[in-house]
C-alpha cells in the first residue's frame, strides 16, 4: 500500500510542470457503428399532436421527443414521447419489455395482438396496450406503438393502476390527435 502512495507521488511530481500555461490535448473522437440491431431516434420531426391543457411539458432528455407531466389526484403521471427508425425490433419486443419493466411474463406474438386496442390517427392505425402487474399496482403503462414510413412513434404513460384507469380516455384522444405538420 506505501509503494502505491510513493509511486503516485512520484508520478505526480514528474508530470507536474511548474508552468502557468494551460495544458491543452487532443482526443481522436471514436467512431460510432451503428448495427441493424441498435435503434436510434431521430432528430427533425415532422409531425404534431394535441396536448391537454392540463398537462406541464417537462425536460425531455436526449432521446425523448417530449415528455409531460401530467396532474393526477395527489400525484403525477408521466408521458413520453419518442420516435425510433425501423420497426425498433417490433410490437412483440417492445410490448414484452415493457412488460419485464413491470415483473411481467412475456407474452407470445397472438396473446400481444389480442391485448391490443386498435385506434387510428390522421398519421396511420396504432395500437395501444395496458400493461399491469396485480402484485404491485403503484406502476402501469399505457403504451401506443404508431408505425409510419421508415420509423415507429412510442407513447409511453406511466401511472399506478388507479391512474390509468382515471387518464385512459384522455391518453386515446392524445394518440389519435397526431398528425402530419403542413
Known sequence: ????????????????????????????????????????????ESFTWDVPKSWIPQDKGSVRLASYKIPLLDSFADLSITKFGGNAGGETANVNRWRKQLKLPELTESEIKASAFMGQSKMGNYSIYKISNEANLNSSFLCMILPIDDSTIFVKLNATESGIKILENEFNAFCSSFRLLK
Do not use: A, N
Open 1 to 44: 500500500m506505501g509503494r502505491t502512495y510513493l509511486i503516485f507521488i512520484l508520478l505526480l511530481l514528474i508530470s507536474c510542470k511548474d508552468s502557468k500555461d494551460p495544458r491543452t490535448y487532443r482526443l481522436s473522437k471514436d467512431k460510432i457503428i451503428q448495427s441493424e440491431d441498435k435503434v436510434t431516434p431521430t432528430k427533425k
